[in-house]
């Protein structure tokens, strides 16, 4: 019996091996795993786990790594496994997949061995790994890091030293189709990566000119874009100075011009308005003009 559970555990390491061979491009996080435990708190040594290989790459850990300091008893899965595998399937058919690499690191020209004589530390690149407690939030360094040497004077800053197919001259694949009206939503979310090709000021030239979609509307200007502004102001900034709004501001909107705008009938003019949406007044006036006419009280209670 015994024997017989040993061969297919045997068998089924074979077909474990040979499905990670042919999926070893599909990686998905699979181990518990904390490096502020044993680098931060345990002291244990980079090099420990990951020892440098021939190509210029770090090697990554086997489990084999691991029994150096935990007891693996393979011939017995159980819970005990479930202390490194997330899937509980670990302890009993094997299933295990390893960490995955970030996909957009493809295109990166990158060797540790031209950066093995500089003094620096391996967290100079790998920002905070002594503090991760989590592999799948593990983060690759980005081109800010690099360019802290990579200036031009220190270490070559042309794209191609680093990258395979990214260009100045070319524009990356998110530039197709309607563009003109997506790229506010990627600069939003990273604005800097726009700056590796273009000038602030190719920006602004052209915000000084074309206006959104939604200014085209024909209420915009006397109506829709205190709305909007009131929704979201960060939007208008990318485009308008303070001073523009405020200009503009100091004119009489087209409401103040009906007859009966400074009506005593409370029902009618500025009163209503006042009482529909007295925040809309606090955008031009300061609370103090209307006290020129009203005691404070009322103003509270409009
Ligand atoms: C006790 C073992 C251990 C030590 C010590 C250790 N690591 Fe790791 N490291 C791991 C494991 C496990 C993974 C996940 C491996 C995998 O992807 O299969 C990992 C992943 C990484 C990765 C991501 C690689 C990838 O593609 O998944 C980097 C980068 C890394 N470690 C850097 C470091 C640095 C820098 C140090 C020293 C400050 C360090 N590690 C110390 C065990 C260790
Ligand atoms: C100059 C910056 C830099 C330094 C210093 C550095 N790394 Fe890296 N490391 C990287 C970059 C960039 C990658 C991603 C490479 C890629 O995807 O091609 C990486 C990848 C890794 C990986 C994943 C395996 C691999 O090689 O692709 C491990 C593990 C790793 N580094 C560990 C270390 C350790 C340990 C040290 C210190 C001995 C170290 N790194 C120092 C920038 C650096
Ligand atoms: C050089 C010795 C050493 C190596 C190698 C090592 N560890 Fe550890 N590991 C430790 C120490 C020390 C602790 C802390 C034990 C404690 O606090 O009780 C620990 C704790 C852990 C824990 C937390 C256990 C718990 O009780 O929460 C996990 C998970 C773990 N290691 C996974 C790994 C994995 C995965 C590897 C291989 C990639 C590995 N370790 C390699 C020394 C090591
Ligand atoms: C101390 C942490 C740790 C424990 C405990 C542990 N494993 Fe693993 N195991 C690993 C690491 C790390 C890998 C390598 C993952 C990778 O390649 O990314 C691994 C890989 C594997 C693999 C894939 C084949 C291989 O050898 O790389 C199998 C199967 C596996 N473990 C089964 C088990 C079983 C069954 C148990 C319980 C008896 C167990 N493991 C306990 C850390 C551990
Ligand atoms: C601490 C400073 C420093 C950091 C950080 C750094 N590098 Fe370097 N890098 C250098 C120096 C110095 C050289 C050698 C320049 C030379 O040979 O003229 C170099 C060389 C290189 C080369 C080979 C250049 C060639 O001429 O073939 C590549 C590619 C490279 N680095 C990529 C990177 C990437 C990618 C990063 C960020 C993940 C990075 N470097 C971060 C200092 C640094
Ligand atoms: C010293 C190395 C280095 C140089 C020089 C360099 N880059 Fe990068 N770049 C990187 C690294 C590392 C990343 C992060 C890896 C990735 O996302 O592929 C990156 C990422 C990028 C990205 C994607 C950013 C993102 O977050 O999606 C763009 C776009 C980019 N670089 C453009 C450029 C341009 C344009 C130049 C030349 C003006 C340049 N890079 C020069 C190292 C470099
Ligand atoms: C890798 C370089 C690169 C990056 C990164 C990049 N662009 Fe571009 N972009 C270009 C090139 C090249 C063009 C075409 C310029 C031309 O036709 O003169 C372009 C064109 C544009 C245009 C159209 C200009 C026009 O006159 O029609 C806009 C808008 C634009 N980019 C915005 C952005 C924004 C926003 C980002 C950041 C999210 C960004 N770009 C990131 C290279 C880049
Ligand atoms: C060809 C002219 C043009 C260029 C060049 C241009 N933009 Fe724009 N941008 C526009 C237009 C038009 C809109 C409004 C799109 C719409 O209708 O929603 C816009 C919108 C935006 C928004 C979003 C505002 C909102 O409505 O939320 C941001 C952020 C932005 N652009 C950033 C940039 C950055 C950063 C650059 C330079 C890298 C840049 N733009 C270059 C024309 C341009
Ligand atoms: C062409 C002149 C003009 C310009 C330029 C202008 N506004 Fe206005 N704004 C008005 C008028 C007129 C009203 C009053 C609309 C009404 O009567 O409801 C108003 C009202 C508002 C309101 C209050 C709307 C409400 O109902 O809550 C806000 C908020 C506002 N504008 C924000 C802005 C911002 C932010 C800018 C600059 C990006 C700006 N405005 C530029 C004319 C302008
Ligand atoms: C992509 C750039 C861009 C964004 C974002 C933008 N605007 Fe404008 N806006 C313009 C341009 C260009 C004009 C025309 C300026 C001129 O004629 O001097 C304009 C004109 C206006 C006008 C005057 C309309 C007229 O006919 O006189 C108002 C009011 C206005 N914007 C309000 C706003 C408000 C409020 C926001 C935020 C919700 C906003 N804009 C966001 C580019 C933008
Ligand atoms: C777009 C800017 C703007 C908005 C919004 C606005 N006002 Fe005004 N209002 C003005 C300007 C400009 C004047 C003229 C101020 C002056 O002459 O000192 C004015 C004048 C007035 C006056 C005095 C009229 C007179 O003949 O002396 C009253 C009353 C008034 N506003 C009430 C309101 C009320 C109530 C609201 C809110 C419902 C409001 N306003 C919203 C710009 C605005
Ligand atoms: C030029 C003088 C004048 C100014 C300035 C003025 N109001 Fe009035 N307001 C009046 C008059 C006159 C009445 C009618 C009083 C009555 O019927 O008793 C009135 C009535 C009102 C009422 C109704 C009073 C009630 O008891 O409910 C509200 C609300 C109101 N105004 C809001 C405002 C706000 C908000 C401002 C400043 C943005 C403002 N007014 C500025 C003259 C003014």
Not at 103 to 126: A, G, I, Q, R, T
Not at 207 to 227: A, L, M, N, S, Y
């Amino acid at each position: 019996m015994f024997e017989k559970l040993r061969k297919s555990w045997l068998m089924f390491f074979v077909l474990v091996g040979l499905s990670f061979y042919l999926s070893s491009c599909k990686r998905a996080v699979d181990i518990k795993f904390s490096h502020q435990l044993h680098v931060e708190e345990n002291g244990i040594s980079c090099d420990q786990c990951h020892p440098k290989q021939e190509d210029g790459t770090m090697g990554l850990p086997t489990m084999d790594t691991c029994s150096d300091c935990h007891e693996i008893d393979l011939d017995n899965p159980s819970e005990k496994c479930l202390m490194c595998h997330t899937s509980r399937s670990a302890s009993k058919d094997y299933e295990v997949s390893p960490l995955s690499k970030p996909m957009s690191y493809k295109d990166l020209n990158f060797s540790h061995e031209y950066h093995e004589d500089l003094d620096v530390e391996c967290s100079f690149c790998h920002i905070g790994i002594e503090k991760n407690k989590d592999l799948g939030t593990l983060k690759y360094p980005t081109m800010d890091v690099c360019t802290q040497c990579h200036n031009g004077e220190e270490a070559p800053a042309e794209c191609e030293t680093c990258h395979k197919v990214i260009r100045k001259d070319r524009p990356p694949a998110n530039h197709g189709g309607d563009w003109t009206f997506l790229h506010g939503r990627e600069a939003r979310v990273s604005e800097r990566v726009c700056h590796y090709c273009h000038q602030k000021n190719m920006c602004q030239e052209c915000h000084q000119r074309e206006k959104p979609r939604d200014h085209q509307t024909f209420v915009w200007k006397i109506e829709d874009h205190g709305e909007e502004a009131t929704h979201d102001r960060r939007r208008c900034v990318v485009c308008h100075s303070a001073g523009f709004c405020s200009d503009c501001h100091r004119q009489m909107p087209p409401s103040h011009k009906r007859a009966d705008w400074l009506a005593f009938d409370v029902h009618n003019g500025h009163a209503q308005a006042a009482r529909r949406n007295f925040r809309s007044c606090k955008v031009c006036h300061e609370t103090s003009e209307c006290v020129r006419c009203h005691n404070s009280i009322i103003m509270r209670q409009p």
